[in-house]
Nanobody, 122 residues
Framework: QLQASGGGLVQPGGSLRLSCAAS????????MGWFRQAPGKEREFVGG????????RYANSAKGRFTVSRDNTANTVYLQMYGLKPEDTAVYYC?????????????????WGQGTQVTVSS
């Protein structure tokens, strides 16, 4: 089970840190990904981290602004977002995949959290 949290309303240029807590499985056995879905758009990959937390992968829209990390002792994955823009407004989801590669396609992930809303607006 995955539980995402940390969303909210933030002004353009602001920052947020999303968390996703996992339970019920061996967290360190899974690649973790973050996706987002804006109204009327398809769910898209934001970033992901490998099982050990030693490798990450990002969408072009996230590079340089977002950082994905994980704490396997706390069974939690994070998405740190800086320099937020109105176009980052979406529901953000965490997802788990057996891996070992960081998949950028949503269909590659077997387990999903419930999503947390991020709204970037002045």
């Amino acid at each position: 089970q995955l539980q995402a949290s940390g969303g909210g309303l933030v002004q353009p240029g602001g920052s947020l840190r999303l968390s996703c807590a996992a339970s019920g499985g061996a967290f360190s056995n899974y690649v973790m990904g973050w996706f987002r879905q804006a109204p009327g758009k398809e769910r898209e990959f934001v970033g992901g981290v490998n099982r050990g937390g030693t490798s990450t992968r990002y969408a072009n829209s996230a590079k340089g602004r977002f950082t994905v990390s994980r704490d396997n002792t706390a069974n939690t994955v994070y998405l740190q977002m800086y320099g937020l823009k109105p176009e980052d407004t979406a529901v953000y989801y965490c997802a788990a995949d057996e891996g070992p590669l960081i998949d950028t396609e949503a269909r590659g992930y077997a387990y999903w959290g419930q999503g947390t809303q991020v709204t970037v607006s002045s």
